[in-house]
């Protein structure tokens, strides 16, 4: 009996080894499975050197409508400090931008959207007592006047680059003034315009493929304007900004197309 309690135990011996050993086989094949994984995944934008010329375009973008798409759910939810929080997400773009005058420009925007929360938050000491809290946090001039030319940003002067002139610009439509705007396309390619102008100013925007096919129109009020579509084949679109109201207005563009040109 002794015999086999020792057989036994070795036989249970062996088995947990082997086990053990089988445990360790298993989890040294997933982790070296993960790893081609995780080199086989990684797309091209995001390898050092191989970096897409629209990916700080669509970035940005991205990054702006998400902020916007934000702030408007928190205005219907009437939440003010949401309001701001959400307005100021934008600042991050504008640290990283080539040009001062599109810097000034996305901040005019988001101080505006800034003094809309305030206004919503009308009496209520609370709500703006956490407004003060969050912009006491952010790099944002709310002293300055809007549609002036100073620094709205106190970091303006650190811009680092990173989006072609042609991708990121800044337009003045004078009243009642149209700017149109060529971009090359490419059916492999999403293509995006996104434009920002101050709200209730009564611009709009539209864009159609070089045959004429219309491929949107955005007039909404709010003054963020965006377009997405997959061009049907390569060639230019014609984009269209107009300023519809008895005032000069500045405009944004950006797009992750060239433009070919504009007038």
Known sequence: MRFINIELSMRESTNGVATAIKIGL????????????????????????ATSKSDPADHAAEILEAAYAEYDEARLAGDAPAMVRAAVKRLDISKRLLSPSVATQLSEKTIEMVHQARASAA????????IDEILSEVD?????????????????????????????????LIPGGTRLIRLRISSDNGA?????APAHSGVTLRVAEDNDTPVCRDAS???????RWRPTHDGVANVTIKNDSAVEVSVLLIT??????DS
């Not at 499975?33 to 797309?43: E, F, G, H, R």
């Not at 009020?221 to 377009?227: D, K, N």
């Open 26 to 49: 298993q989890f040294w094949c997933l982790v070296s499975l993960l790893a081609c994984v995780s080199q086989d995944s990684i797309a091209p934008g995001a390898v050092p050197g």
């Open 123 to 130: 009496d209520d000491g609370e709500a703006l007592t956490r």
């Open 140 to 172: 944002l001039d709310l002293t300055k006047t809007l549609g002036g030319s100073g620094d709205l940003f106190g970091n303006l002067g650190n811009l680092t680059g990173s989006l072609d002139s042609e991708q990121l610009t800044t337009y003045a």
């Open 192 to 196: 995006i315009v996104y434009v920002e």
């Open 221 to 227: 009020q709010h003054g963020v304007l965006i377009c």
């Open 256 to 261: 992750n197309r060239p433009i070919v040109s």
